[in-house]
């Protein structure tokens, strides 16, 4: 296994592949992961503090990991900041990486990928906080790994606009060692 930093250009190279991951990892439509090759990828440039990892079997690129910087003008910070205020969590939104995705092939999942994409992640990272939503499904398997590493729910079933199923937002404060 061998993680490294993947450079915008090759992330945009690789742009159908991260995309395909992306499909395999949901059992997403076509549909759908060209939406996000076309949006979500092709907009990674513009997002200040990006970081990409990806994770390797050999030559195979078996997973991805991305974020950036926490841009209140953003989508997502304008859709859970004012939940994460309403809880008690504004803080929260200071100093913070927006985890946005943390994908491994399915037949790949469940061989320390996902921990070693995101510990990676972690310690590149200098922000005080991170902050992800996920399902609100008690058994997913993601959410069993970011709370190993320190996440915690901050707003459990929260509803995005439009959106029927509920999600969890987690957030991890870096220890003063870790700093």
Do not use: C
């Not at 993947?6 to 690789?14: D, G, K, S």
């Not at 991305?66 to 004012?82: A, I, K, L, T």
């Not at 929260?158 to 060692?177: C, D, H, K, L, W």
């Amino acid at each position: 296994m061998t993680i490294r930093v993947l450079e915008t250009p090759e992330v945009l190279r690789r742009a159908d592949e991260l995309a395909r991951i992306y499909q395999r990892a949901f059992d997403y439509s076509a549909e759908r992961r060209d939406h996000f090759r076309d949006t979500r990828l092709a907009y990674l440039p513009l997002y200040d503090g990006a970081l990409t990892l990806g994770a390797f079997d050999g030559d195979a690129l078996v997973g991805f990991v991305y974020g950036f910087d926490y841009q209140r003008d953003h989508w997502w910070p304008q859709q859970v900041g004012p939940a994460l205020a309403e809880a008690g969590h504004s803080g929260w939104t200071e100093d913070t990486f927006e985890l946005n995705e943390l994908e491994i092939l399915p037949e790949h999942q469940g061989r320390g990928f996902g921990t070693a994409l995101l510990r990676e992640l972690l310690a590149r990272t200098p922000h005080r906080h991170t902050l992800l939503s996920t399902t609100a499904d008690p058994a997913d398997r993601a959410k069993v790994l970011y709370r190993r590493l320190g996440f915690v729910d901050l707003v459990p079933g929260f509803r995005y606009a439009g959106v029927t199923e509920p999600a969890n937002i987690m957030g991890r404060r870096r220890q003063r060692s870790q700093e």
